[in-house]
């Protein structure tokens, strides 16, 4: 399975559905199954405020940080080195200032999503539409970067990567199933352990 690494507080806030969008300098032609992979080094030292969410930075805690988040500030363990959530990267389009902007409009010629301009307050997404107010402070949404649109977002503890929920896998001759070593046929499991990269990266159980 695809994966991209995230750093903490994202990773999690992408599990817990608050982030849809995440931004890129650069874009891929991929599009499916993707896992939400957190980078195992702490972004920074002391609290980092991402929208109404403060991630608790410096030393680990419970082998993570925390996310407070909501009116009671709710502690969520934002796990390290760690695959915390799948989800379809549903599709890639550049972010542009102007509805004019020519090049960008070339790049999604094919496709059916436009590209993501700053002025609008919506823009079209799956069934529905995405406030860009909403996702500004998750993500840098500068003109000449990308938003990769994710949809069907599960955090591990509802749809195992390995099996994606259904507790079997298929070998390769895919003539046959076998049983989900990682979830233990319950198809969820806790965040896995895993080493990312950079790029969007091959991940195996």
């Not at 503890?157 to 390995?162: H, L």
């Not at 929920?165 to 049983?179: C, D, K, M």
């Not at 198809?187 to 991940?203: F, N, T, V």
């Amino acid at each position: 399975m695809k994966a991209i690494t995230l750093w903490q507080p994202w990773a999690s806030l992408v599990a817990l559905g608050v982030k849809t969008i995440e931004t890129r300098s650069w874009a891929t032609s991929y599009r499916g199954p993707i896992a939400i992979h957190a980078a195992k080094r702490p972004l920074g030292n002391g609290a980092l405020n991402v929208g109404a969410y403060t991630n608790v930075t410096g030393e680990p805690i419970a082998q993570g940080q925390q996310v407070m988040s909501g009116p009671n500030f709710q502690l969520v363990v934002c796990p390290l080195g760690a695959i915390v959530a799948t989800a379809t990267l549903a599709d890639v389009v550049p972010i542009v200032a102007r509805a004019t902007d020519i090049k960008a409009q070339r790049m999604v010629v094919a496709r059916k999503t436009l590209p993501l301009r700053l002025f609008d307050p919506t823009v079209p997404f799956g069934e529905g539409t995405v406030t860009i107010e909403e996702q500004r402070p998750y993500g840098d949404f500068t003109p000449g970067r990308f938003a990769w649109l994710l949809e069907d977002v599960k955090p591990t503890t509802e749809r195992c990567p390995a099996c994606w929920g259904e507790g079997h896998v298929w070998v390769p001759s895919g003539a046959f199933a076998t049983r989900c070593t990682t979830c233990d046929h319950t198809g969820r499991c806790d965040p896995i352990p895993a080493k990312g990269h950079q790029q969007l990266w091959e991940w195996a159980p």
